[in-house]
């Protein structure tokens, strides 16, 4: 917060009525100094602005000798405009006169000759002779604003850090490396794939490298492979450029530079402006490493908003300046983590186009002067007490309910088919890998790292060559597996941990049944379990899906005005750009759900170029104690059950009885029933569907025997080979030696059948649609039931996989009640910002199909509410159980508004809305989608306000900040899709049904459904599109499932769920433990202690309270920063890491 210590002398502002006033007294000092200053100071301002009266006042001296202000500066400086604002300002001082140094009588003359002054403001930048400068303060003894010799330092990094570490404050964790070739003993730099070691500290990736020499902007960040490696090179800004994006991952080898830990800093920079050890001005900037992209405004001036400094940093610019004894002096913050960090120092610098800080800056510089140089002056001047400005916070006026608070939970976007291969190995080899990456503190090993897949690779290579020797040989692992595992290794020609990874299981008894995969091994003692994992990376389709909805996610928040108005989704960049949205974005660690959340937040923010950079900084890695991540391989002893009766029903060969449909569709779902339908007898559709592969595979083997195709580059860069390998795979495992169909393939199966029909329809195989067909029926049913079959079990499944995000989201709801620290915007500086006290609090979860399966499960059937009693929740029920697939880019909303009329304490104070959409269209969904009703966001109460349906305009007016978005009344009756397939990215709804008033809204105090709004659905790119032959499916629009709940109902169900879970989770812990004792491994890696089900059972119960019901005021959990506050909780310190 700028803060002036005093304000100008009491006539100072006033005092213009003096004659000689008229005009800007500031003045440039000649050469000719012999004479005394008191002549030289008049004479110069009489020769410049009042030469007709020069005659009257040749010999008179004036009454009191004038304080003269020298201005030594180079002249792009000293003549820059707020330098002039400044000047011009300082002078309206009764007894204060300016001289600026002329820039040739700098460099060229001696300092004998410099203009006489009492006060010096002189600073260094390029090309200024700081020698004379300190030379002429030695000979002439001014008041120095800014002191001389202290800017030697800032010039050079490593000092500048010293001094900060001096001061204690805080720093990034840093190192300095000199290449000095007199020291050679400095220089000591080891570089490795994802790290650094300077001088025996090791930085991981990533981390800053910046050049000793402040002057020297080229500052590099390196990024980890996992996150896609390269650089991002920082450099002054060129145009609309601050950096550039690079491939090269390896660090400079010539120079020395500092190496320091990376900032999460959520993509902004805070710059503080000192004037004086108790005034800081502090703006937030884009930071220059998100996309190199400079934000410019209409003017083309750098966009920066004043934000206000907490205590702690107020402190923290007090010891900055009096440190390095620059009175006017400009530094950069980091604020990551909840803390602040300083990482650079700049010396004097201006705030740029604020009006209000050249007031305050010349006022706080005057007082100054005046009050060490009055008395010796004998001007008569005493320090004015002036009211402290009074910060006005505007509040949100009219019945406009107020968005607080955005929770999105979104699936990842297309993929490519995931693969997994396993293998019994026993070779000494393995042993050794899985030892010297310490596989035997938990029986579990997972290998992702480029040079630990490069060991794996080693091994097999070397196993194939003694297998190619001779036949007999100790080697067990079979040759076609080895094969595989060296093909699928060396896919890319390099490795990127984001796309392959390796587990490795010990197995004490070796493998305990031969699956559809093995003989029998013949062996027994122990073994390993090696599971290669590879495709399921994000498709160049699936970055433009989440891209797309990422825009068209930004019109959930009331709109724009200024630079923004009547664009759409505008009023989100908006609050973004001034530091009134306080964004966090989760993913779980698994490349493609990284990669689709950067996109994302790509689109949301506007943000342009690669990927990399916006995930290292946007996306936090939610990879905490399962908050986003889900070991598919520990399944729940629920699941396990669920599996088996699954297998049971589809194993019957005759068709679905009534019974059946008991068993398999207890809740009745149309979904399920119209999938039950279509197939008829099960293992009948299992045999079709396995004749179909069978065909499939023969047609692509014809393919690649033919000399034109057998090359074809697929999309993503897949051949026919790596085509085939996947089907015939699929063709192998689906049917097992006897005959029977391993129903857990069949998602595999649709996920490659949909795969292939959406980007390879080019190769226009044969009967790829009746395969979509029908695997797509059967995956309708085996998926969703996968997650239970009854209500009881989708529950309890649900809340072993979701407990720990369902307490995060039930965090962030209560957190919006006090804002924390985050950064608020400086009421008195932000013009042209209608609300400043506003604050939109965004959460996004970007996660896998089991979480968003489970979220729905938890709201569906935890009984948030009574659907006999509430006519929309039946509607929505109705809707959720007659959607088919939660395909990727499946969203779960969760919005929060707040109504500024009522009671602080009443419970329609804060009020909650749940919408969902099933993510992206299907290859021919058309005719059989159901519908829903519209998204229908919290609107005004006074229906005469709404605006004309689709018209832009009223984004523009100035009430922007009204939570209410663009609206069309609607009928409240299903419309044919039709309608739906007209709407496109533009926000013009075309509504072809005359509105109605009534309202579906139960007990709700609003008519909500009567304003209903489509949520902008997304143009399918249609054409070639990418790489050839793909298009990108549109995204079904948001549709509502309540629009009025309240906070105090959402918080207290969380509440039960996530109680009533406590039982299921010591559950879960007994099926984990039970399956480490059913391979009877405990002893072997855990001899302290075996897992048994009772010490699970007492060490992972939660706290019957846990900690964020108490009393603690909830920011006292976690006040920011990218650690989940479930670790507060000691019942939830478990993962399921895999």
Same mark, same amino acid.
């Given at each position: 917060?700028?803060?002036?210590?005093?304000?100008?002398?009491?006539?100072?502002?006033?005092?213009?009525?003096?004659?000689?006033?008229?005009?800007?007294?500031?003045?440039?000092?000649?050469?000719?100094?012999?004479?005394?200053?008191?002549?030289?100071?008049?004479?110069?301002?009489?020769?410049?602005?009042?030469?007709?009266?020069?005659?009257?006042?040749?010999?008179?001296?004036?009454?009191?000798?004038?304080?003269?202000?020298?201005?030594?500066?180079?002249?792009?400086?000293?003549?820059?405009?707020?330098?002039?604002?400044?000047?011009?300002?300082?002078?309206?001082?009764?007894?204060?006169?300016?001289?600026?140094?002329?820039?040739?009588?700098?460099?060229?003359?001696?300092?004998?000759?410099?203009?006489?002054?009492?006060?010096?403001?002189?600073?260094?930048?390029?090309?200024?002779?700081?020698?004379?400068?300190?030379?002429?303060?030695?000979?002439?003894?001014?008041?120095?604003?800014?002191?001389?010799?202290?800017?030697?330092?800032?010039?050079?990094?490593?000092?500048?850090?010293?001094?900060?570490?001096?001061?204690?404050?805080?720093?990034?964790?840093?190192?300095?490396?000199?290449?000095?070739?007199?020291?050679?003993?400095?220089?000591?730099?080891?570089?490795?794939?994802?790290?650094?070691?300077?001088?025996?500290?090791?930085?991981?990736?990533?981390?800053?490298?910046?050049?000793?020499?402040?002057?020297?902007?080229?500052?590099?960040?390196?990024?980890?492979?996992?996150?896609?490696?390269?650089?991002?090179?920082l450099f002054r800004k060129i145009g609309s450029r601050s950096s550039v994006y690079s491939p090269e991952s390896s660090v400079r080898k010539t120079g020395s530079y500092i190496y320091e830990e990376f900032m999460p800093t959520d993509g902004t920079d805070v710059k503080v402006y000192t004037v004086g050890p108790d005034y800081a001005h502090a703006e937030a900037r884009k930071s220059p490493a998100l996309d190199g992209k400079v934000e410019r405004d209409s003017e083309?001036?750098?966009?920066?908003?004043?934000?206000?400094?907490?205590?702690?940093?107020?402190?923290?610019?007090?010891?900055?300046?009096?440190?390095?004894?620059?009175?006017?002096?400009?530094?950069?913050?980091?604020?990551?983590?909840?803390?602040?960090?300083?990482?650079?120092?700049?010396?004097?610098?201006?705030?740029?186009?604020?009006?209000?800080?050249?007031?305050?800056?010349?006022?706080?510089?005057?007082?100054?002067?005046?009050?060490?140089?009055?008395?010796?002056?004998?001007?008569?001047?005493?320090?004015?007490?002036?009211?402290?400005?009074?910060?006005?916070?505007?509040?949100?006026?009219?019945?406009?309910?107020?968005?607080?608070?955005?929770?999105?939970?979104?699936?990842?976007?297309?993929?490519?088919?995931?693969?997994?291969?396993?293998?019994?190995?026993?070779?000494?080899?393995?042993?050794?890998?899985?030892?010297?990456?310490?596989?035997?503190?938990?029986?579990?090993?997972?290998?992702?790292?480029?040079?630990?897949?490069?060991?794996?690779?080693?091994?097999?290579?070397?196993?194939?060559?003694?297998?190619?020797?001779?036949?007999?040989?100790?080697?067990?692992?079979?040759?076609?597996?080895?094969?595989?595992?060296?093909?699928?290794?060396?896919?890319?020609?390099?490795?990127?941990?984001?796309?392959?990874?390796?587990?490795?299981?010990?197995?004490?008894?070796?493998?305990?049944?031969?699956?559809?995969?093995?003989?029998?091994?013949?062996?027994?003692?122990?073994?390993?379990?090696?599971?290669?994992?590879?495709?399921?990376?994000?498709?160049?389709?699936?970055?433009?899906?989440?891209?797309?909805?990422?825009?068209?996610?930004?019109?959930?928040?009331?709109?724009?005005?200024?630079?923004?108005?009547?664009?759409?989704?505008?009023?989100?960049?908006?609050?973004?750009?001034?530091?009134?949205?306080?964004?966090?974005?989760?993913?779980?660690?698994?490349?493609?759900?990284?990669?689709?959340?950067?996109?994302?937040?790509?689109?949301?923010?506007?943000?342009?170029?690669?990927?990399?950079?916006?995930?290292?900084?946007?996306?936090?890695?939610?990879?905490?104690?399962?908050?986003?991540?889900?070991?598919?391989?520990?399944?729940?002893?629920?699941?396990?059950?669920?599996?088996?009766?699954?297998?049971?029903?589809?194993?019957?060969?005759?068709?679905?009885?009534?019974?059946?449909?008991?068993?398999?569709?207890?809740?009745?779902?149309?979904?399920?029933?119209?999938?039950?339908?279509?197939?008829?007898?099960?293992?009948?559709?299992?045999?079709?569907?396995?004749?179909?592969?069978?065909?499939?595979?023969?047609?692509?083997?014809?393919?690649?025997?033919?000399?034109?195709?057998?090359?074809?580059?697929?999309?993503?860069?897949?051949?026919?080979?790596?085509?085939?390998?996947?089907?015939?795979?699929?063709?192998?495992?689906?049917?097992?030696?006897?005959?029977?169909?391993?129903?857990?393939?069949?998602?595999?199966?649709?996920?490659?059948?949909?795969?292939?029909?959406?980007?390879?329809?080019?190769?226009?195989?044969?009967?790829?649609?009746?395969?979509?067909?029908?695997?797509?029926?059967?995956?309708?049913?085996?998926?969703?039931?996968?997650?239970?079959?009854?209500?009881?079990?989708?529950?309890?499944?649900?809340?072993?996989?979701?407990?720990?995000?369902?307490?995060?989201?039930?965090?962030?709801?209560?957190?919006?009640?006090?804002?924390?620290?985050?950064?608020?915007?400086?009421?008195?500086?932000?013009?042209?910002?209608?609300?400043?006290?506003?604050?939109?609090?965004?959460?996004?979860?970007?996660?896998?199909?089991?979480?968003?399966?489970?979220?729905?499960?938890?709201?569906?059937?935890?009984?948030?509410?009574?659907?006999?009693?509430?006519?929309?929740?039946?509607?929505?029920?109705?809707?959720?159980?007659?959607?088919?697939?939660?395909?990727?880019?499946?969203?779960?909303?969760?919005?929060?508004?707040?109504?500024?009329?009522?009671?602080?304490?009443?419970?329609?104070?804060?009020?909650?809305?749940?919408?969902?959409?099933?993510?992206?269209?299907?290859?021919?969904?058309?005719?059989?989608?159901?519908?829903?009703?519209?998204?229908?966001?919290? @609107? %005004? #109460?006074?229906?005469? =306000?709404?605006?004309?349906?689709? $018209?832009?305009?009223?984004? &523009? !007016?100035? +009430?922007?900040?009204?939570?209410?978005?663009?609206?069309?009344?609607?009928?409240?009756?299903?419309?044919?899709?039709?309608?739906?397939?007209?709407?496109?990215?533009?926000?013009?709804?075309?509504?072809?049904?005359?509105?109605?008033?009534?309202?579906?809204?139960?007990?709700?105090?609003?008519?909500?459904?009567?304003?209903?709004?489509?949520?902008?659905?997304?143009?399918?790119?249609?054409?070639?599109?990418?790489?050839?032959?793909?298009?990108?499916?549109?995204?079904?629009?948001?549709?509502?499932?309540?629009?009025?709940?309240?906070?105090?109902?959402?918080?207290?169900?969380?509440?039960?769920?996530?109680?009533? @879970? %406590? #039982?299921?989770?010591? =559950?879960?812990?007994?099926?984990? $433990?039970?399956?480490?004792? &059913? !391979?009877? +491994?405990?002893?072997?890696?855990?001899?302290?202690?075996?897992?048994?089900?009772?010490?699970?059972?007492?060490?992972?119960?939660?706290?019957?309270?846990?900690?964020?019901?108490?009393?603690?005021?909830?920011?006292?959990?976690?006040?920011?920063?990218?650690?989940?506050?479930?670790?507060?909780?000691?019942?939830?310190?478990?993962?399921?890491?895999?």
């Amino acid at each position: 917060m700028s803060e002036p210590c005093d304000g100008p002398a009491p006539g100072a502002w006033e005092g213009l009525g003096r004659s000689d006033r008229n005009a800007p007294l500031f003045v440039v000092g000649g050469e000719d100094d012999e004479q005394d200053m008191g002549q030289v100071e008049t004479g110069m301002r009489n020769e410049m602005f009042r030469e007709e009266e020069m005659e009257d006042d040749e010999d008179e001296s004036p009454p009191e000798r004038q304080i003269v202000v020298g201005i030594c500066a180079m002249m792009k400086k000293s003549k820059s405009k707020p330098m002039t604002q400044i000047l011009e300002r300082l002078c309206k001082f009764d007894y204060i006169d300016m001289v600026i140094f002329p820039e040739e009588v700098i460099l060229e003359e001696p300092v004998e000759k410099w203009p006489l002054c009492d006060c010096l403001i002189s600073f260094h930048s390029k090309g200024f002779p700081l020698d004379k400068a300190v030379e002429y303060a030695k000979l002439r003894n001014p008041l120095l604003i800014n002191d001389l010799n202290m800017q030697y330092f800032i010039q050079d990094r490593r000092e500048v850090y010293r001094i900060l570490r001096e001061e204690g404050i805080d720093l990034p964790r840093y190192a300095v490396l000199n290449r000095d070739p007199d020291n050679p003993e400095e220089c000591n730099l080891v570089e490795g794939e994802d790290h650094v070691e300077v001088n025996g500290e090791v930085f991981p990736k990533p981390f800053v490298e910046k050049p000793v020499c402040a002057e020297d902007h080229n500052v590099y960040i390196y990024y980890p492979t996992s996150a896609g490696g390269g650089s991002q090179r920082l450099f002054r800004k060129i145009g609309s450029r601050s950096s550039v994006y690079s491939p090269e991952s390896s660090v400079r080898k010539t120079g020395s530079y500092i190496y320091e830990e990376f900032m999460p800093t959520d993509g902004t920079d805070v710059k503080v402006y000192t004037v004086g050890p108790d005034y800081a001005h502090a703006e937030a900037r884009k930071s220059p490493a998100l996309d190199g992209k400079v934000e410019r405004d209409s003017e083309g001036k750098e966009i920066r908003y004043p934000v206000m400094l907490t205590a702690m940093e107020k402190l923290v610019a007090r010891k900055v300046c009096l440190a390095f004894k620059q009175t006017v002096c400009g530094f950069d913050l980091l604020r990551a983590n909840g803390h602040s960090f300083v990482c650079d120092v700049n010396g004097f610098s201006f705030v740029k186009n604020s009006m209000k800080y050249y007031d305050d800056c010349a006022k706080v510089l005057g007082n100054m002067v005046m009050r060490e140089l009055a008395p010796q002056f004998h001007i008569p001047w005493s320090i004015p007490m002036e009211a402290e400005d009074i910060p006005i916070v505007p509040t949100t006026s009219g019945t406009m309910m107020e968005l607080r608070c955005v929770i999105a939970i979104i699936r990842h976007g297309d993929r490519t088919p995931k693969q997994k291969m396993k293998m019994e190995v026993r070779h000494p080899l393995f042993f050794e890998l899985f030892e010297k990456h310490g596989g035997y503190k938990s029986g579990k090993l997972k290998l992702k790292k480029p040079k630990q897949l490069q060991e794996v690779l080693d091994i097999a290579r070397l196993l194939l060559v003694e297998l190619g020797q001779h036949n007999d040989c100790e080697i067990e692992e079979k040759k076609s597996k080895l094969e595989q595992l060296k093909t699928v290794l060396e896919m890319y020609g390099h490795f990127s941990g984001i796309n392959r990874k390796v587990q490795l299981t010990y197995l004490r008894n070796g493998q305990p049944k031969a699956s559809s995969e093995e003989e029998d091994s013949k062996r027994d003692g122990p073994s390993l379990l090696l599971v290669l994992k590879w495709g399921g990376e994000l498709t160049p389709a699936g970055r433009v899906q989440a891209e797309e909805l990422g825009r068209a996610f930004r019109c959930m928040y009331p709109g724009g005005q200024g630079d923004y108005a009547g664009f759409p989704g505008c009023g989100l960049l908006r609050l973004h750009s001034t530091y009134r949205h306080d964004l966090k974005i989760y993913a779980s660690d698994e490349g493609r759900v990284q990669m689709t959340a950067a996109a994302f937040a790509k689109g949301l923010l506007a943000l342009e170029g690669e990927l990399t950079p916006i995930l290292v900084q946007m996306v936090k890695s939610a990879n905490m104690n399962g908050l986003l991540d889900s070991d598919s391989d520990s399944l729940t002893d629920c699941q396990q059950k669920v599996k088996a009766r699954l297998h049971e029903i589809m194993q019957k060969d005759q068709d679905f009885a009534a019974e059946a449909y008991e068993k398999l569709a207890p809740t009745g779902s149309p979904s399920l029933v119209n999938s039950m339908k279509i197939i008829q007898n099960p293992v009948n559709t299992c045999d079709k569907v396995y004749t179909l592969i069978q065909s499939l595979t023969k047609q692509i083997r014809k393919r690649l025997e033919d000399p034109k195709s057998a090359d074809l580059q697929l999309y993503h860069s897949e051949t026919l080979e790596l085509m085939l390998q996947r089907w015939s795979k699929l063709e192998r495992d689906f049917r097992t030696k006897n005959g029977r169909y391993d129903i857990s393939k069949i998602p595999d199966i649709y996920d490659c059948i949909k795969y292939d029909s959406q980007h390879n329809a080019s190769l226009g195989l044969e009967d790829t649609l009746e395969l979509f067909r029908l695997s797509r029926a059967l995956a309708d049913i085996v998926i969703p039931q996968e997650y239970g079959i009854n209500k009881a079990e989708k529950l309890d499944i649900a809340q072993a996989y979701c407990v720990p995000l369902m307490k995060k989201i039930q965090l962030d709801l209560q957190r919006t009640h006090e804002d924390e620290a985050v950064n608020k915007l400086h009421p008195l500086y932000s013009r042209g910002v209608m609300s400043p006290g506003r604050h939109v609090r965004t959460r996004l979860y970007f996660t896998s199909e089991s979480h968003v399966h489970s979220l729905l499960s938890v709201f569906r059937y935890g009984g948030l509410l009574n659907e006999e009693k509430d006519q929309q929740w039946k509607q929505a029920m109705d809707y959720l159980s007659a959607v088919t697939e939660l395909n990727y880019m499946t969203q779960i909303v969760i919005m929060l508004y707040e109504d500024n009329n009522k009671d602080p304490s009443s419970e329609e104070r804060f009020h909650v809305e749940l919408h969902f959409s099933p993510g992206v269209k299907g290859c021919d969904d058309e005719e059989n989608v159901p519908l829903g009703f519209g998204f229908r966001p919290a @609107s %005004s #109460e006074n229906q005469d =306000k709404q605006p004309n349906q689709g $018209s832009l305009e009223d984004l &523009s !007016q100035d +009430q922007p900040d009204q939570a209410v978005l663009i609206s069309e009344p609607i009928n409240i009756q299903r419309r044919s899709p039709m309608i739906r397939n007209r709407k496109t990215g533009s926000m013009e709804v075309l509504s072809e049904t005359p509105p109605t008033a009534s309202s579906k809204g139960g007990t709700s105090h609003r008519l909500f459904p009567s304003c209903s709004h489509q949520s902008p659905e997304i143009k399918p790119t249609i054409g070639l599109g990418f790489e050839g032959c793909s298009m990108v499916p549109s995204i079904y629009p948001l549709e509502t499932l309540h629009n009025s709940l309240s906070l105090k109902q959402v918080d207290e169900f969380l509440n039960t769920v996530c109680e009533s @879970s %406590s #039982e299921a989770h010591a =559950k879960t812990m007994k099926a984990l $433990s039970s399956l480490f004792d &059913s !391979q009877s +491994q405990t002893s072997l890696y855990s001899p302290q202690q075996p897992l048994s089900s009772s010490g699970s059972e007492t060490s992972l119960r939660p706290p019957s309270q846990p900690l964020w019901h108490g009393s603690i005021p909830s920011s006292a959990v976690s006040s920011a920063g990218p650690s989940s506050p479930i670790t507060e909780s000691s019942g939830l310190n478990f993962s399921f890491s895999e």
